[in-house]
Structure formats: structure tokens, C-alpha cells
T-cell receptor
Framework: DGGITQSPKYLFRKEGQNVTLSCEQN?????MYWYRQDPGQGLRLIYY???????QKGDIAEGYSVSREKKESFPLTVTSAQKNPTAFYLC???????????FGQGTRLTVV | KQEVTQIPAALSVPEGENLVLNCSFT??????LQWFRQDPGKGLTSLLL?????REQTSGRLNASLDKSSGRSTLYIAASQPGDSATYLC?????????????FGGGTRVLVKP
């Protein structure tokens, strides 16, 4: 089935650790995005990529890093510099033209 | 800077009643507007996409209207069912926005009581 797969569903991070969230899509979309969702704050854009080997910072990029080596993959690393990483992370992709966005099922990251 | 607002933040209705969800945006230079549904702990499911040249879109019991000049979109859900209980979010894409980023509203949490 075509879609966006995020893994893992739940992730626990110790203080000072880097962790990587996976996002894979088989929709042949050029653009991919990472959003963070906190209770009462809606979705905020972390990073986005319009094409392979290119990505741009969103509104809250500090403490995060990404790569886009393949069209279908856009992993997000939450570094130790991110002071408040506990949140729900959503990956999305969109098709050129109408720019309709499709989302994965999310990864819930908790600092322990 | 584009700001998207959804009021009310929460809504509770008896089963069978029609739902009316509002979305307003401050900058009318949008490329499209998209409505999503989110169940607790889940990702977003696309419901309807309205391009800026369109006035409305329909899918089954769902109808979304768009009035760019007044900066408003409304999602109507006819004959609500308990399964419609979820959070509904709207998002806009700006014309010529770098990366075609979506700007989201805060969502309306809907509870349909049996």
C-alpha cells in the first residue's frame, strides 16, 4: 500500500542522547516535512525538503538535524541540544501541483 | 505572517446533529486550504483539499467551503455520528511560500454523544 511510514511509534531518550526518527514514503513525492505537536500548541514545522540532497529549516529547527539522501527517506535526529524534546513528531509529504499533504502515524518521543 | 485560527477549541453535540467547524486565516494570498482529522495518538488524515480557485469541496457527509476574501473556511459534517469524534485541523499553503509549508490552526476537538 502507498503511504508514509514512521518508526518507531514510541521512543524514549535519556538526557544527553541523540535519537533518530525514521520517515519513509513510497508515494513518489518530492517534498517531505517534519512537524512537532505539543498539547495546546498545534503543529510547528521543524525542517522541510523539496528535493533530494536539499533541506531547509522551519520555525523551530534548533536542536534538530535532518538528511535527505534518498527521495523516499527523510530521517530526523533529535540532538542533545534540544532541551525539551518530549513531543509527538509527525512526518508528511506532498505532491507537486496541488500540494496536498499526507501524514504518517507519528512517533511519540519521551525523555526519561 | 499568516495566522490560522479555529474556534471553538472544543465542541460537543448529540448524535445526528450537523457539525459546523470554522477556520479563519489572516492573509488571503493562499494557494490551497486542507482539512484534516486526527484521532488521539494518531497521525493526520486528509479529509478535503480546496484550491484557491474553488468555493467548496464535498466528500460524502463532508462539505468544506472557502471564502478567500473574508479569510474563512467552514467544514460541515452532516448527521454526525459517534465515530466522527476526533480533532479537526485546517491548514493553509501560501502562494509562492518557500517549501510549500502548511500553516496549521490549533484544531477543534469534537465529541459526538450517542
Amino acid at each position: 500500500d502507498g503511504g508514509i511510514t514512521q518508526s518507531p511509534k514510541y521512543l524514549f531518550r535519556k538526557e544527553g542522547q541523540n535519537v533518530t526518527l525514521s520517515c519513509e514514503q513510497n508515494l513518489n513525492h518530492d517534498a517531505m516535512y517534519w512537524y512537532r505537536q505539543d498539547p495546546g500548541q498545534g503543529l510547528r514545522l521543524i525542517y522541510y525538503s523539496q528535493i533530494v540532497n536539499d533541506f531547509q529549516k522551519g520555525d523551530i529547527a534548533e536542536g534538530y538535524s535532518v538528511s535527505r539522501e534518498k527521495k523516499e527517506s527523510f530521517p530526523l535526529t533529535v540532538t542533545s541540544a534540544q532541551k525539551n524534546p518530549t513531543a509527538f513528531y509527525l512526518c508528511a509529504s506532498s505532491v507537486q501541483g496541488a500540494f496536498e499533504a499526507f501524514f504518517g502515524q507519528g512517533t511519540r518521543l519521551t525523555v526519561v | 505572517k499568516q495566522e490560522v485560527t479555529q474556534i471553538p477549541a472544543a465542541l460537543s453535540v448529540p448524535e445526528g446533529e450537523n457539525l459546523v467547524l470554522n477556520c479563519s486565516f489572516t492573509d488571503s494570498a493562499i494557494y490551497n486550504l486542507q482539512w484534516f482529522r486526527q484521532d488521539p495518538g494518531k497521525g493526520l488524515t486528509s479529509l478535503l483539499l480546496i484550491q484557491s480557485s474553488q468555493r467548496e469541496q464535498t466528500s460524502g457527509r463532508l462539505n468544506a467551503s472557502l471564502d478567500k476574501s473574508s479569510g474563512r473556511s467552514t467544514l460541515y459534517i452532516a448527521a454526525s455520528q459517534p465515530g466522527d469524534s476526533a480533532t479537526y485541523l485546517c491548514a493553509v499553503i501560501m502562494i509562492k511560500a518557500a517549501g510549500n509549508k502548511l500553516t496549521f490552526g490549533g484544531g477543534t476537538r469534537v465529541l459526538v454523544k450517542p
